[in-house]
């Protein structure tokens, strides 16, 4: 197992984002590595936990990183939160971005948590998609 193409696979995860052009209309320039400070915007996606667990066979180095995307808003409901969701799960799923190191075999959606976050007045959505890496 190797974690070296960890910060590709992150790299070309946001430029996924970053150049699709149904997330752009619905996040803008609202991509974040990590949550925003200061003035946060109303409706916002980010980069979030991972975990990376050893797939490798005798045909190679092999990791499955299971990683979040969160999408972030303090909008009345769920509705604009759950439109960029959408739009983030079509711009990964059967994703094969190409990685300075390694390379995607295979990547799909597992999972997604919305909730009322603070006071019940920010809406969150948890997105948890798992690529299959070859670090070859």
Known sequence: MSYAAAAALQTAIYGLLEGDTAVQALAGSRIFDAAPVGEVPSLYLVLGPEEVRDRSE???HMA????????????????????????????????RPVLSRGRVLHMDFRRASARRTGRGTRRQIDLRFSALVADD
Do not use: N, P
């Not at 299971?66 to 799960?89: N, P, R």
């Open 58 to 60: 005798k045909s190679g």
């Open 64 to 95: 499955r990183h299971e990683f979040t995307v969160s999408v972030v808003s303090d909008q009345g409901g769920f509705l604009a939160a759950k439109s960029l969701a959408g739009a983030i799960s079509d711009a990964l799923i059967d994703a």
